[in-house]
DNA sequence: GCTAAACCTTGCCATCATGGGAAGGTCAAC
DNA sequence: GTTGACCTTCCCATGATGGCAAGGTTTAGC
């Protein structure tokens, strides 16, 4: 397979794939006379098994390592578990930023009526002065219920 | 007062500051004679303001926009308000997708028991495989219930 | 008045994952 | 043999931020 087959088939772009191999993602593929790329079903595999990956947020270190544990026959499942839940644990940190972010706007947008007026409790809010009409205490604690 | 100052002031760093000197954002500062930038209160309270956009998670595109709004005392609240919620609507996009990922992993740990044998549904999930014990309907459809 | 510390300046490079584009070589079909 | 679709490498860009280096300035202490 060249490269733009594995990477259609793969959902990696060929431009992605090239980078992971020039970062020792992957190994170093095979080439033709003329220099083209040659893939494997088992490359197209592994790239299978990064995009997944990929998808699920780990990052390209994690990924390395994950591959390396992939490749393994003597890991444990243990240190698999271990990584995921270290990941897991960082979606969570990032998804409550996000949660409080958007608790803070949605209660600074709450008390704008947004119309033709120039007065703005967003603004003011942002400007670092309590907007006037919001945050009674239950709003200002409201922790992700309707996300 | 100098950059480290107002810095210290702001919550924002002198090395942003001159950043967003340098790409627009705040206007260029006047210098003493050896070249160092001054500020003053109104500076100060700009600063604040950004920081407080960045806080909620504005990009410097935004809060570009709504430094503008901010200093137009022509601005109807209107359209403070519909850059407000149209960053919560991309805040509640990120957070879903997160969201998504965390409960496809919760899901592929869940199915491993992480003790010493090298059997892992994790590394079998990310291969594409289907992992054994896991998604049971209802878990693979899970929503923002428990974050 | 001298020295050291703490500050300031500019400029370049790095992050992270990804995309864009240019300039040029190769291959397959017609 | 030409055309179009592919491939190659190389450089640059994103967005927000940090780090470092080399050098100038200010301030406090002696």
Redesign the pocket.
Known sequence: M????V?KASGV????I??YEQIGLIGHSP???????QYQERDLHTLKFIRSA?DLGF???QIHQLLSLWYDEQRSSAEVKQLAESHLSDLDKRIQALITMRDALVSLSESCCGDNRPDCPILEGLAGHVPASSSPPQLSKQKAQGV
């Open positions: 060249n490269i733009g087959a990477a772009s060929a431009k992605m090239r980078h080439r033709t006379e003329a220099g083209y790329r990929r990052s390209l270190e």
